[in-house]
């Protein structure tokens, strides 16, 4: 085993971190320059497979890669991402949504009713339906930031930042599986406003590589 030591800072590595991506080093695979952004299950796969091709490999030290694949693989034992850790594993492209979801299907033409199936699959959306209605409250619903709570589980949908805040555990363990909504998230998306609703839930599957799951 070799034992990893962190990258040094290179001539061709970026000056900062990327735009809109995490200002803190350790979220990157190689901190000192700001390579392999590793904070989303997505971003940790796709950091997993670019690491993986030997020509990006080959930039780096024999310790320098040990730390890079450190970096990778604990953050993606830590999103639970099923994954075989050595750098000759492949890793296919990042699934990020059931599987059921109707690949040529406008996003922009889908009902609530559909975008729900599409994010629960069947029995997840009747289970979100019979969440008795005095469990699941919106304290908060603005353009920028819905929040309140279902059950003893908060809910906090941040869409200027792209971010959902849940913490249930069936979230916890299946979002790095493109399980994207929990019942309780899908209850809570029947609560607010439908045309709310349906906005968020499109706009989810879009940009569903770019938001965060946490
Ligand atoms: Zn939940």
Avoid at 49 to 76: G, S
Avoid at 94 to 106: H, M, S, V
Avoid at 132 to 153: N, R, T
């Amino acid at each position: 085993m070799v034992r990893p030591v962190k990258p040094a800072r290179r001539r061709d590595g970026r000056p900062g971190p990327i735009t809109r991506y995490p200002k803190d080093p350790e979220k990157y695979g190689d901190p000192a320059n700001w390579k392999y952004p590793v904070h989303t299950p997505f971003h940790a796969r796709a950091a997993r497979r670019y690491f993986n091709d030997p020509r990006n490999r080959a930039k780096y030290t024999e310790p320098e890669q040990a730390y890079i694949d450190k970096k990778i693989n604990e953050a993606l034992r830590k999103f639970g991402v099923p994954i075989a850790l050595g750098p000759s594993a492949t890793e296919p492209e990042a699934a990020t949504i059931q599987a059921d979801i109707p690949i040529n299907k406008d996003i922009d033409a889908m009902t609530l009713e559909e975008l729900l199936l599409a994010f629960l699959g069947e029995n997840r959306l009747a289970s979100a339906r019979h969440i008795p209605a005095d469990q699941v409250h919106v304290d908060k619903e603005s353009k920028s930031l819905i929040s309140g709570s279902v059950k003893e589980y908060s809910v906090v949908i941040d869409i200027a930042g792209q971010r959902v805040e849940h913490d249930c555990v069936d979230f916890r363990r299946n979002r790095a599986r493109g399980k994207l909504l929990c019942k309780h998230l899908g209850a809570f998306s029947l609560r607010i406003e439908p045309k709310t609703a349906t906005a968020l839930l499109r706009r989810l599957l879009h940009e569903r590589d770019r938001w965060t799951f946490e």
